[in-house]
């Protein structure tokens, strides 16, 4: 099973970037896609972004879309996500987690695996 760690997570101000670093650890990702999901108190967990493991197809909230960049290192079993002009609004803690198989992409009970999370906090 995969075990995965995310990392980058910090305090920033308004328009300020953060990069957020996912790994797999034991082994390989051999999931059909890998996606951030992010979640706020009081509020439901949030898909962000996703990308493709074999052919690096990417996919966005409308909340991020245009702001946020998802890459995958295959060599590295790690995804990043780049986040760029972060608003208050992006304040949440962000999880990696992988979908095993075919189903909603933006639906948190299609992932079985998932990260503990980072904080990642943009103040005003």
């Known amino acids: 099973q995969a075990q995965l760690v995310e990392s980058g997570g910090g305090l920033v101000q308004a328009g300020a970037s953060l990069r957020l670093s996912c790994t797999a650890s034991h082994r390989s990702f051999t999931s059909y896609i890998v996606s951030w999901f992010r979640q706020a108190p009081g509020k439901e967990r949030e898909f962000v972004a996703g990308v493709g493991w074999i052919h690096g197809d990417t996919y966005y909230g409308n909340s991020v879309k245009g702001r946020f960049t998802i890459s995958r290192d295959n060599a590295r079993n790690q995804i990043d996500l780049q986040m760029n002009g972060l608003e208050p609004e992006d304040t949440a803690v962000y999880f990696c987690?992988?979908?095993?198989?075919?189903?909603?992409?933006?639906?948190?009970?299609?992932?079985?695996?998932w990260g503990q999370g980072t904080q990642v906090t943009v103040s005003s």
């Open positions: 987690a992988s979908k095993v198989r075919v189903g909603p992409l933006q639906a948190p009970s299609e992932y079985a695996y």
